[in-house]
């Protein structure tokens, strides 16, 4: 099976770091699986034949988080 390296932007990388946060004023428990979660499903981008996919994946858990 082919992996892939997976890039995050920095304005990704940024907005992963704010969210963590939210999270973690709320609940240090729910951050810690907030991560686990977000690098989770890098691991699993980086393992798919259709990288684009992890892409399409991110932004639909995007829309379903609470703002900040």
């Given at each position: 099976m082919n992996r892939?390296?997976?890039?995050?932007?920095?304005?990704?990388?940024?907005?992963?770091?704010?969210?963590?946060l939210w999270y973690f004023e709320?609940?240090?428990?729910?951050?810690?699986?907030f991560r686990t979660e977000v690098f989770a499903g890098i691991d699993?981008?980086?393992?798919?034949?259709?990288p684009w996919l992890l892409a399409t994946a991110l932004k639909v858990c995007r829309r379903s988080l609470p703002s900040p």
């Amino acid at each position: 099976m082919n992996r892939y390296e997976v890039a995050l932007l920095a304005p990704a990388k940024e907005e992963i770091t704010e969210a963590f946060l939210w999270y973690f004023e709320r609940s240090p428990v729910a951050a810690r699986a907030f991560r686990t979660e977000v690098f989770a499903g890098i691991d699993r981008g980086a393992s798919t034949s259709t990288p684009w996919l992890l892409a399409t994946a991110l932004k639909v858990c995007r829309r379903s988080l609470p703002s900040p």
